[in-house]
């Protein structure tokens, strides 16, 4: 189950993030979103943040005594920006939003072509 949350988010000087109602075997989780971003920036958001989703699913990124760990590296004090699970959500939020404008771009190019098309009646 996941639940998407529109939110200020102001006071946490962040886009969003990712909670878990039970971090020993994840399965429903909540997703926090700023509401008041550029769609541009939501979807990139949404992107990084499920990309934890599948971190934590598949075990990669675990919480163990208050710390976080990733693939078995304790990245607690590390900077955010330097934690590998941030790279990768980072990185991968990028090639899935490329992915994302190409999909809409056919999607798009398939409805104008459809709306061409002879419009029959039985």
């Not at 189950?1 to 200020?8: A, E, G, L, Q």
């Not at 920036?41 to 699913?57: F, I, M, S």
């Amino acid at each position: 189950m996941i639940d998407i949350v529109h939110r200020s988010l102001m006071k946490d000087d962040c886009y969003g993030y990712l909670d878990a109602t039970n971090y020993s075997r994840p399965r429903d989780f909540t997703i926090s979103l700023h509401s008041k971003m550029k769609e541009i920036d939501y979807v990139k958001t949404l992107l990084h943040e499920l990309v934890h989703l599948r971190q934590w699913v598949e075990g990669s990124l675990k919480l163990k005594s208050g710390r976080t760990y990733y693939k078995g590296m304790n990245v607690s004090d590390l900077d955010y920006r330097k934690q590998p699970h941030e790279i990768e959500a980072f990185k991968l939020q990028e090639e899935l939003y490329r992915q994302y404008n190409v999909d809409m771009c056919r999607s798009s190019k398939r409805k104008n072509n459809l709306k061409k098309l002879p419009q029959f009646t039985l």
